[in-house]
């Protein structure tokens, strides 16, 4: 089973772009907090604290959200917005989650063997990046690996080819080309010499 992080936040009473923008200089991400059956929860999250458990244990984490006044949430990422500007994380919506209800996300699909690939100088047509599956929150993969250095020419891979994790199924039609090989568009096609 996947590890809870706990994270503390803040409860954003007013929301008001003035208050906003105090909490963000102050390193705070807001964002809201939603789920089937509560209303939605203003919210308030420490920036630097989130992207390092991101790039820790990934996109797919189980959080435990505490407030100071010890209300708790288990949530997990629905969406986090990027500023155009800088780049940066400008909002978070999180999903409330309980470890015994399905839920509806994205996994990115980690492609491995590349190298392999571009050696046979074939080229790797990509159809989606993220798979949308259901499952347990805890059973949720962080990515799903996919080798491509056994490909050749013309060859696919379909939803259907792919290994999900026991418990975890696949949103999308299990025909749905993931990627295919092709012959890559450098390879020189050798002239026709006109026959004398």
Known sequence: MKET?????????EITKGTNNQ???LGYLTGNISGKGIPSVAVAVK??????YLNKYGRNTIFKLESE??????????????SPVNHDFSH?????ITLSDEIKTEV????????LLESKHLYLNRQMD???VTGLPQNIPEDLAIDVSGLSAGEVITVGDLKLPEGIRAEIHPEQIVLSA???????????????
């Open 5 to 13: 992080v706990t994270m503390k936040f803040v409860t954003r009473k």
């Open 23 to 25: 909490l963000r200089k």
């Open 47 to 52: 920036k630097d604290e989130l992207r390092k």
């Open 69 to 82: 006044d010890n209300s708790t949430y288990n949530v997990m990422i629905k969406d986090i917005q990027i």
């Open 92 to 96: 978070v919506d999180f999903q409330k």
């Open 108 to 115: 990115l699909l980690k492609i491995t063997g590349i190298e």
């Open 130 to 132: 993220a798979l949308l």
């Open 182 to 196: 092709s012959v890559s568009k450098n390879e020189e096609v050798p002239e026709e010499t006109p026959e004398q």
